[in-house]
């Protein structure tokens, strides 16, 4: 599990669903990130760590 975006997502309030509304993504991406070796996209990388918090680079 890629628990440093588990507990970001947590910290902001967003769950899966929420945060995949304001990408425009289905909610299965967003649940994708939570695993081992898997990152958003490049075109979403920068929004999702800036609404989480986190350097892109934490995710």
């Not at 995949?20 to 289905?26: F, K």
């Not at 996209?41 to 680079?57: C, F, I, Y």
């Amino acid at each position: 599990m890629n628990h440093a975006f588990v507990a970001a997502l947590a910290e902001a309030g967003h769950t899966a669903e929420s945060l995949a509304g304001h990408l425009g993504v289905h909610p299965k991406t967003v649940a994708r990130w939570a695993n081992p070796g898997h990152i958003p996209q490049s075109r979403h990388r920068a929004t999702v760590a800036n609404m989480l918090g986190r350097p892109v680079d934490a995710l």
